[in-house]
T-cell receptor, first 114, second 113 residues
Framework: NAGVTQTPKFQVLKTGQSMTLQCAQD?????MSWYRQDPGMGLRLIHY???????DQGEVPNGYNVSRSTTEDFPLRLLSAAPSQTSVYFC?????????????FGPGTRLTVL | ELKVEQNPLFLSMQEGKNYTIYCNYS?????LYWYRQDPGKSLESLFV?????AVKQEGRLMASLDTKARLSTLHITAAVHDLSATYFC?????????????FGKGTKLSVIP
């Protein structure tokens, strides 16, 4: 049971480049989400999904796309990277309708946009 | 809009002392979570509080929830250096079908000898 995995761990991009951050979980969780963490800002929700084929926007969705074709995977796409997207990105998952709803976090991706 | 405020944001305390971190939130919630984050690491779940008056304890940490006051506390007893970390509270709005968490900005705790 690997939990929540994220790749890559580190990434450097140039302004305007695109890339996909990968997230996978093996706990059969319905709910998956992406957060960004910036100094002094806590964690802010980018996008989330309550099941395969269902996604919605969070607090800071601009510049990011998501899709959920399977229960296990929830990739985050940066369409045209900007320096303001330099951040640490965390993926999280949880059961949606059962249990306490505790979200389990992946190890994070540290992204720098030059 | 659900707002979550933690205070203090920074806390420096001596080993052996007691202290409390506060988490206030603005609207009705049915779940409150406490997480710990070590520098450069991910978030680790500490406690889930599900009802008014709930109290959970693990080692030197004790969390409580007062839903009427919309307040949760994380109490640290006889702090040790290993407790140095950033602590986040997160609140889930109790509206139907909502699973989103709103996080506080975190409390950076430093325990000094």
């Amino acid at each position: 049971n690997a939990g929540v995995t994220q790749t890559p761990k580190f990434q450097v991009l140039k302004t305007g480049q695109s890339m996909t951050l990968q997230c996978a979980q093996d706990m059969n969780h319905e709910y998956m989400s992406w957060y960004r963490q910036d100094p002094g800002m806590g964690l802010r929700l980018i996008h989330y999904s309550v099941g395969a084929g269902i996604t919605d926007q969070g607090e800071v969705p601009n510049g990011y796309n998501v899709s959920r074709s399977t229960t296990e995977d929830f990739p985050l796409r940066l369409l045209s990277a900007a320096p303001s997207q330099t951040s640490v990105y965390f993926c999280a998952s949880s059961f949606a309708t059962s249990g306490a709803g505790t979200q389990y976090f992946g190890p994070g991706t540290r992204l720098t946009v030059l | 809009e659900l707002k979550v405020e933690q205070n203090p944001l920074f806390l420096s305390m001596q080993e052996g002392k007691n202290y409390t971190i506060y988490c206030n939130y603005s609207t009705t919630s049915d779940r409150l979570y406490w997480y710990r984050q070590d520098p450069g690491k991910s978030l680790e779940s500490l406690f889930v509080l599900l009802s008014n008056g709930a109290v959970k304890q693990e080692g030197r940490l004790m969390a409580s929830l007062d839903t009427k006051a919309r307040l949760s506390t994380l109490h640290i007893t006889a702090a040790v250096h290993d407790l140095s970390a950033t602590y986040f509270c997160a609140v889930r709005y109790s509206g139907a079908g909502s699973y989103q968490l709103t996080f506080g900005k975190g409390t950076k705790l430093s325990v000094i000898p």
